[in-house]
Nanobody, 123 residues
Framework: QVQLVESGGGLVQPGGSLRLSCAAS????????IGWFRQAPGKEQEGVLC????????YYTDSVKGRFTISRDNAKNTVYLQMNSLKPEDTAVYYC????????????????WGQGAQVTVSS
């Protein structure tokens, strides 16, 4: 059974940083495309970024460029979303997703996704 579990969310002040983790079981993340998505209250779900199987990064949300980045720890079968210079508008539930082959800006295109982690940016 494949599971993706996000962790590391929480409350942070504007300008602060958080690192979300996405730990996988039953599925190797090494060569998968890994996407991060978010959904803010009352808003549609949006793609944030994706790391392809060759570690090329595609940003789907311009507002996170230069502030968010993705990395992998293959030994831990875990992917991270490092979020810096956080803004109140980054408040959302964040989801990681994995696909055997391709990146996409749509969560439904992925083979697996997690249950989400809440990130709240507020003073």
């Amino acid at each position: 059974q494949v599971q993706l579990v996000e962790s590391g969310g929480g409350l942070v002040q504007p300008g602060g940083s958080l690192r979300l983790s996405c730990a996988a079981s039953g599925f190797r993340l090494d060569y998968a495309a890994i996407g991060w998505f978010r959904q803010a209250p009352g808003k549609e779900q949006e793609g944030v970024l994706c790391s392809s199987s060759s570690n090329d990064i595609t940003y789907y949300t311009d507002s996170v460029k230069g502030r968010f980045t993705i990395s992998r720890d293959n030994a831990k079968n875990t992917v991270y979303l490092q979020m810096n210079s956080l803004k109140p508008e980054d408040t959302a539930v964040y989801y990681c997703a994995a696909d055997y082959y391709y990146c996409s800006g749509f969560l439904s295109d992925y083979d697996y996704w997690g249950q989400g982690a809440q990130v709240t940016v507020s003073s």
